[in-house]
């Protein structure tokens, strides 16, 4: 959603409204075919729709990012690309390390009190900020702030 909201701003700053509405189109549409399928073909009711949700997104971001590479020159630099993947690197890993981690804990949400389901949630979130953060230190993958270099476009 970020990403979205961010090239959007991007888009109509330069005056350029084509992109950001075959953005919303595609995930628009994506989201229509996702739920379809899901909740008629695959009988998966409500979880099809969060799937479509999801993936609208993911297109529109998509269709986004890659109308800016093309259309906006010098926007992506190689170091902000890697500095990037390395990002997405330590989301996944944080991601999975919490969907283990809520798998672990014996807690049914719609049963237990709201401090439960709280303490679930701080324990799920603290080892995915532990992970996160543990990756990020081990692959460098966060800006240094002060930096005295000149060589990288590290600026916040």
């Known amino acids: 959603y970020g990403l979205i909201e961010i090239f959007d701003r991007v888009f109509y700053s330069k005056k350029k409204t ?3 509405m075959l953005a919303s189109g595609a995930g628009v549409l994506t989201i229509l075919a996702v739920c379809a399928l899901g909740t008629g073909a695959l009988g998966a009711g409500l979880k099809s729709v ?3 949700v999801c993936c609208g997104q993911w297109i529109a971001a998509a ?3 890659l109308s800016a590479a093309v259309c906006c020159r010098g926007l992506f630099s190689s170091a902000s690309i890697v500095r990037t993947l390395k990002l997405l ?3 996944v890993a944080s991601g999975t390390a919490m969907f283990f981690v809520r798998k672990l804990i014996p807690s049914d949400p719609y049963g237990a009190g709201m401090l439960i389901n709280l303490a679930v949630c701080a324990a799920v ?3 995915g900020c ?3 953060a543990l990756l990020a230190f081990i692959l ?3 800006p240094s702030i002060g930096r005295t270099d000149k060589g990288g476009d590290d600026t916040l």
């Open 140 to 142: 460098k993958a966060l």
């Open 125 to 127: 979130f603290a080892v």
């Open 18 to 20: 084509l992109f950001p």
């Open 63 to 65: 269709v986004l990012t």
């Open 130 to 132: 532990a992970v996160y």
């Open 89 to 91: 690197i330590c989301a």
């Open 50 to 52: 969060a799937l479509g």
